[in-house]
């Protein structure tokens, strides 16, 4: 009994039912040994695919955040530029002679023959007076002439005739000194009455008006069978016409002192109007004050302005652009300056693209540049609108290729609308 219990070759058999079932657990087992493995792999990729998705978004993160870190700036150029300034000023148009027309002799306005507007030359009737008084006193001036001269008559033939006497010893050398001294009364009452002609002539010719020279009339204050005052009573005369020179214009300009010695007489300007769009005119300095007004510091320019085709009017306001020598130095746009409390300066940009603060000496104004006196060389880079926060050693980023090709371009569209009227 104990042999069989203790054998090992003795073998139990096992029950059919019982081999099916345990095939069937390993079964499930190595199934879901297999789900496990595949679940572990599916794991792994996912936490792997996260991984590397996470590493990349974090470098493109900290990329983006590096560019916004950088500060981008525009830059500039520093050159020294040899062209000229020209600056513009406001001014009146003046006819080059204007002269107001008065009467001379008093009267009534027979008729005139000129209104606002006409063209006159020289010499041409503008207006014809009558004068009653002055014709009653010429006749009476030439009666009296006439007198005179009868009068001069009788005193010469009376002197001749006591001469003769006196060589006879008829009379005393006192008649005869009498008698010549009434001759040379004669002769001066004639003198007088002759000049008192030829003045009432004068005034006769005073009845008509007439142009002292080529122009235009720009003022009528007269009418048919106005009185005409000459003044002569203590009153206050008044123009009757007003004649204009209207070729050449006459036009003066306040240069400031800043610029008054770069004027210079014979250099030619350009004359615009508001209301005459697309037109230029050039003109030439004439003269110049040479010296500065005291109140308001600047020196008078007179220019010249042809108009022969009276398209300018005197009295019109006008805008000269007067061109200054050509000067050599450094002018930056006004953009580039940093006003702070402690003083103006700008941002130059060093080889390593860091940022300097530069101190600068500023001189004339140029409109959108103003000139540079000291602290900048040619061929420095400044920062175009420098931001507030910019501040000395700054790493700043830019596009000079691009900066340099958009200031040509500036540079260029200004000069073409400098040259366009």
Partial sequence: MSEERHSPLAIHPIPEEESAELLRRRQIIRRSKQVAV??????AVGAGRTVVSRFYNGKELQ???????QNYVKTTLVQVSQAGQTIALPGSLQGYV???IYARAAGYVKRWHKDIGSRVTKGEVLAELETPEIDELYAQAQADRQQAAASLDVAKSTEVRWVALRAKDAVSQQEVDERRSASTQAQARLASTEANVQRLNQLLNFKRLVAPFDGVITRRNVDTGDLVDAGASGGVARALFVVTQTDPLRLYVNV????????????????TQAELRGQKFEGKVARTAASIDALSRS????IALPNKEGVLLPG???????????KPGIAIPNNALIIRGDGIKVAVIDAERRVRMQ?????????????????LEQGARLVLNPPDSLGESDVVAFNAEQDDKAAAEAAAKAS??????
């Fill in 98 to 100: 204007q002269s107001p």
């Fill in 256 to 271: 400031p002192q800043t610029y008054a010695q770069q004027v210079k007489t014979g250099q030619t300007v350009a004359v």
């Fill in 416 to 421: 073409a609308k400098k040259g366009t009227p």
């Fill in 38 to 43: 595949v679940a572990l792999v599916v794991l």
């Fill in 359 to 375: 101190a600068v000496t500023l001189g004339r104004n140029f409109g959108e540049r103003v000139e540079i006196l000291s602290g």
């Fill in 316 to 326: 019109a306001f006008v805008q000269v652009d007067l061109p200054l020598a050509a």
């Fill in 63 to 69: 990329a983006g955040v590096t560019e916004r870190n």
């Fill in 299 to 302: 020196m008078q320019v007179e």
